[in-house]
């Protein structure tokens, strides 16, 4: 369900597998309830998510100060995040900004529109690995529910794996939470977390452009 990749006083970071959800999903326990039975603390509060088809760095604080400071962090966009996605299609566009507000659709889906009242902002840069297989590093400044997955799809390159999202079947979906850097008590925190599951995330061509992707 969950790699651990550090233990600090103030907060655990993990790598989330894909397919697991935050809560509960009838008698299958959520993400936060395991985490608290395998790691013997109730004392966890999430102070972001990540949904069930991503997998990737998760970051969860281990008292209310803490949950506070890095939950407004997130908020006011100070936390910065690379993710890694794959689609087996050619994007409209290989790299620039993906804008616009977002609304609920059909069948838990959600959709881009032309809107600018509280839009979606996603930065992206994109490379062919091999033909038919593209790597997306993405860097969002905002953090709306499907807003990696919609962007991808609004480019004609869904994820793939992402079938909600009409991306082609697979082993899984294909966005991986790759870095995450933040502020805590005035020192700045820097992780990376190469994705393990699913094949294609696996591929010597992928696996080469990995050091080249680095926070700012």
Not at 21 to 30: T, V
Not at 101 to 123: I, V, Y
Not at 165 to 187: K, V
Request: glycine share 10%.
């Amino acid at each position: 369900m969950f790699d651990l990749i550090r233990t600090d006083p103030r907060f655990y970071l993990i790598n989330k597998h894909p397919g697991v959800s935050f809560h509960r999903q009838g008698d299958e326990a959520g993400l936060i309830e395991t985490l608290r039975q395998v790691l013997n603390d109730d004392a966890l509060w999430p102070v972001h998510r990540l949904d069930r088809l991503t997998s990737g760095l998760v970051l969860v604080a281990r008292s209310v100060e803490v949950a506070r400071d890095l939950s407004a962090a997130f908020a006011g966009r100070r936390v910065e995040k690379v993710y890694l996605a794959l689609s087996d299609r050619k994007p409209a566009r290989k790299q620039g900004l993906i804008k616009g507000d977002m609304e609920k659709g059909r069948g838990g889906a959600w959709r881009l529109t032309p809107g600018d009242e509280n839009p979606a902002l996603t930065r992206f840069v994109s490379t062919s690995l091999r033909p038919g297989l593209r790597l997306f590093i993405l860097r969002p400044e905002t953090g709306k529910t499907h807003q990696l997955r919609v962007a991808l799809k609004s480019l004609g390159a869904p994820i793939l794996g992402d079938t909600l999202y009409r991306g082609s079947e697979s082993d899984r979906g294909y966005l991986h939470a790759y870095a995450l850097s933040f502020e805590l008590d005035g020192e700045r925190q820097r992780y990376y977390c190469p994705p393990s599951a699913g094949a294609a995330f696996l591929l010597p061509e992928l696996r080469a452009q990995l050091p080249g992707i680095q926070l700012r």
